[in-house]
């Protein structure tokens, strides 16, 4: 029964933000919509997310320290949010697609 | 890291081992369909799905602060902001024969498996140094910090919202008849 304890060991939360992050690696190199690929982004951010605050669980000496930084993390995430999508309605309002392969305007 | 003796399954650490086991199953189901879903709308229900799960993961970390912003901004407004735009903007996804891009195959998988793989054998193999507490990570000290040693960066995330605000209202305002 050794695995009802592993939510005390570093590893375990670092080795789950790497699985939350490739996930999102994933999805935005094999998503074609502009917001699949704003979603999946959002998962890579809460990977990292999840491995500042393990860090500053297990081994920073003022645990307040990383939560600030997360929190930092997620207001920029909202204003990332924010933008993209803004940018994918205009986008769509002038296209009328938000597929990523069809906005070939600069395309040569 | 010291080890910890393993728990009996029923005593009160044996049954917080198992929610956290749960907690894990369900993040990455979430995780999972919001990375491959077809429909813009499932993904998106997985991610709320994943974000819950992330905050749970907080709470696990002594941080229950954390995990109550997490769900306030992550589940109630960035998820709500893109529930907005799927509806403004993306109709059906439409399931193309088109060519699909060299990355979008096995390579795409390849490399997110390489980058799990890399950091994954990083964590585990790094010896960490762990360092003695200094303070306790209370609302109370994070509320300090942020006006005393972080109030510069406190001031300018501000500053960035509002212009991520207004830029956002302008950007798609524009082109509107």
């Known amino acids: 029964m050794a695995l009802l304890s592993i939510h005390h060991y570093l590893t375990t939360y670092l080795v789950f933000g790497a699985m939350l992050f490739s996930l999102g690696v994933y999805g935005l190199v094999t998503r074609k919509t502009l917001i699949g690929m704003l979603i999946a982004a959002e998962l890579m951010l809460a990977g990292v997310s999840i491995n500042f605050m393990a860090f500053n669980r297990f081994l920073a000496p003022d645990p307040s320290v990383g939560q600030i930084f997360t929190l930092f993390i997620m207001a920029i995430a909202a204003a990332e949010a924010a933008i993209g999508l803004s940018i994918v309605v205009a986008v769509y309002r002038h296209y009328k697609t938000v597929d990523a392969e069809e906005l070939i305007n600069l395309k040569g | ?177």
């Open chain 2, 1 to 177: 890291m010291t080890p910890v003796p393993p728990p009996a399954l029923f005593s009160a650490d044996g049954m917080v081992g198992l929610i956290f086991l749960v907690m894990i199953g369900v993040t990455l189901f979430g995780g999972f369909i919001a990375a491959t879903a077809e429909r813009l709308v499932r993904a998106l229900s997985g991610i709320v799905i994943c974000f819950t799960g992330v905050a749970g993961f907080y709470y696990f970390l002594n941080s229950p602060f954390m995990a109550m912003m997490q769900i306030l901004i992550y589940v109630g407004a960035i998820c709500v902001t893109i529930s907005f735009a799927i509806m403004l903007a993306a109709p059906e996804e439409k399931i193309k024969s088109s060519p699909s891009n060299m990355l979008s195959g096995p390579f795409g998988f390849m490399i997110a498996a390489l980058i799990f793989g890399g950091m994954t054998a990083l964590a585990l193999t790094t010896e960490w140094q762990v360092n003695a507490k200094t303070a306790s990570g209370s609302v109370r000290e994070i509320g300090i910090h942020l006006l005393t040693t972080y109030s510069m960066i406190f001031e300018l995330i501000s500053i960035v919202l509002l212009i991520a605000i207004i830029g956002s209202i302008v950007i798609a305002r524009g082109g509107r008849n």
